[in-house]
């Protein structure tokens, strides 16, 4: 028997809906599987225990956190706490306490869900995006001075260091190797940002040494959207900075039909922590409660982290059965369907002890 600890930490709005859908899932390929087993342990981490306790997590939260396998993340965000408080309370200090330096995002479309593109069918569009995400715009380096007064300063410092690009653009290019097209496109501002932008570029050119199966090319970010709108066939992999991929990557989870579906991994390539897995969304109060939560994300993210436990069998197992559920048209109303986030669930669990 193969037992993983896995930390679930469903926090906000839908986190806790879509995360309980994830772990149902778990304990039926657990079911079916009969090798492997996951021990979930449940943190009731985020904005309600902020609004009790004044943090979003215990100050010893990453200490408890670190002799787990890996992590199941929910969402943060509440309408009535600041963003950057629970995003910085939390989901932040876990991916960069950890080390998670690259983030995996990967896109396609699924069977049975309609793109907005209409030159764009299931094949057409088959993207990861890695996201640097441990420094870039999202380090927190800046400050505010003479706050309030008119002359009020607000600075916002990107970091850029070659460790910190050499390990990313050297996850990305192994990933790209992986893939059948060995295609790998490295996005930039490079024109307006002549300093730490440039300084992606040359990174790139020299870890491509390295990997001379693999054809690269450089985007600026602004043409980036546009090619990914009008040419989603001729992109594969994607590396990109912080702050570029994660509004790519939004973009990316809309051409597939929907944020719902949209997964994402938060890993620590030496495996020194646990990496930690969640839906792209946000918690999405306008749905909150209502049981109609796309858990399709969630699942996803569930596939990527059996990958990273060594589970390829089993992740492969449930990324069929999502598939074969979509396809047969059992989608919540953020896909064009009216299934409940529950009856999406029992579809995906029916179909994971359907098959062989
Ligand atoms: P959001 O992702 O929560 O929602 C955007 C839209 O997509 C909403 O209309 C929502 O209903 C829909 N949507 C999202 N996930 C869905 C799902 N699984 N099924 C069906 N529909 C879904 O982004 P929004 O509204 O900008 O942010 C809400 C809160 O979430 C804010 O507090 C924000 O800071 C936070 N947030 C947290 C993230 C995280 O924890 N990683 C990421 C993005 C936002
Ligand atoms: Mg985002």
Redesign the pocket.
Known sequence: MREYSIASIP?????P??IAAGEVVLKSLEQRLGDVRFNFETFDWGSDHYKKHGVMMPADGLKTLKKFDAIY???????D?P?HV??WG??LPICQGFDQYANVRPTKILPGITPPLRNCGPGDLDWVIIRENSEGEYAGAGGRVHRGLPEEVGTEVSIFTRVGVTRVMRYAFRLAQSRPRKLLTVVTKSNAQRHGMVMWDEIAAEVAQEFSDVTWDKMLVDAMTVRMTLKPQTLDTIVATNLHADVLS?LAGALAG????AP?ANIDPERRFPSMF??????????TGKG???????FWTAAQMLDHLGEADASARLMKAVEQVTGAGVL????GGTAT?KEVTDAVVDAIHGSN
């Open positions: 926090a906000d709005g839908i986190g809906e879509v993340f929910g969402a943060v965000g509440a309408p706490v963003d629970t995003l939390l989901r939004d929907s944020l719902g579906v994402t969640e839906p792209i969304h946000g918690s999405a109060f306008d749905i109609i939560a796309n858990p399709v994300a969630s919540t109303p953020d896909v986030t």
